[in-house]
């Protein structure tokens, strides 16, 4: 009896969902996003089919001609250059499996680059080494560096908590503007199927819609610097609620400055002071 009450503690407790890298994981994180369901769908059943087919094959193929080619069964080898039927079969067989693919792959493309009418605006700025964001609606600019081990709380997950959040809320489509303002980064959040270069000197765009209330963890994914595995991404999803009461206390806590160079600065007096 104890036992169910703690199972069924643990499955209405309020802890929220949380999506980040689990130990032995194979395969993506769960879905959250309608694009990341979709491809999810694309991998689990269109590529890995085919990838998985494709190999049987080839290892059939070489086992059967090392079996049954080898030396000592068939000391006479076949002189044939040319097979006009096998080599059209060659050409035209994987061709067909690459339109195969490409069909709903294009399709998906499509549907990531075309941005629905955006709730929500966030700007993600690339840095060495850390995210810096704005809402620019909302005059809100805070930057985001990972927690160091040391000051880990509980359940804070090590390489992937940051000090300050981006907080969106759920079933809304927020709208991703990923620039950079050092080197090239990348924006990516593997439960939302999101992934995009930050480049600097230009804004690529990306969006996402959010299922599920939640915490859910992302890095970057561009080589940029020794430091390029230590600033992660943490995004929480929140009800419309919490989402308007986050909004108060952010304005006044993460007022957009004019001069946008000084809260650089400043972060980067803040930080010395720290070491
Ligand atoms: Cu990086």
Request: charged residues 25%; hydrophobic residues 45%.
């Amino acid at each position: 009896m104890k036992k169910l009450i703690y199972l069924f503690l643990f499955f209405a407790s309020p802890v929220a969902f949380a999506a980040q890298p689990k130990d032995w994981q194979l395969g993506f994180q769960p879905a959250v996003t309608p694009i990341m369901r979709d491809l999810s769908w694309m991998h689990d059943y269109i590529l890995l089919p085919i990838i998985t087919a494709i190999s049987v094959f080839v290892l059939f193929l070489l086992i059967y001609l090392v079996v049954n080619f080898r030396e000592s069964k068939n000391p006479n080898p076949s002189k044939t250059t040319h097979n006009v039927m096998l080599e059209v079969l060659w050409t035209v067989i994987p061709c067909l499996i690459l339109v195969v693919i490409a069909v709903p792959s294009f399709k998906l493309l499509y549907k990531e680059e075309t941005i629905p009418k955006a709730d929500v605006t966030l700007k993600a700025i690339g840095y060495q080494w850390y995210w810096g964001y704005e809402y620019p609606d909302e005059k809100i600019a805070f930057d985001s560096l990972m927690i160091e081990d040391k000051d880990l709380k509980p359940g804070e997950p090590r390489l992937l908590a940051t000090d300050t959040k981006i907080v969106v809320p759920v079933n809304k489509v927020v709208k991703v503007m990923i620039t950079s303002a050092d080197v090239n980064h990348a924006w990516a959040m593997p439960a939302f199927g999101v992934k995009r270069d930050a480049i600097p000197g230009r804004i690529n765009e990306t969006w996402f819609k959010a299922e599920k209330e939640g915490i859910y963890y992302g890095q970057c994914s561009e080589l940029c610097g020794v430091k390029h595995a230590f600033m992660p991404i943490e995004v929480h999803v929140v009800s419309d609620e919490k989402y308007a009461s986050w909004l108060i206390e952010a304005k006044q806590k993460y007022a957009m400055e004019e001069d946008k160079s000084s809260r650089l600065a400043n972060k980067k007096i803040e930080n010395k002071e720290k070491m």
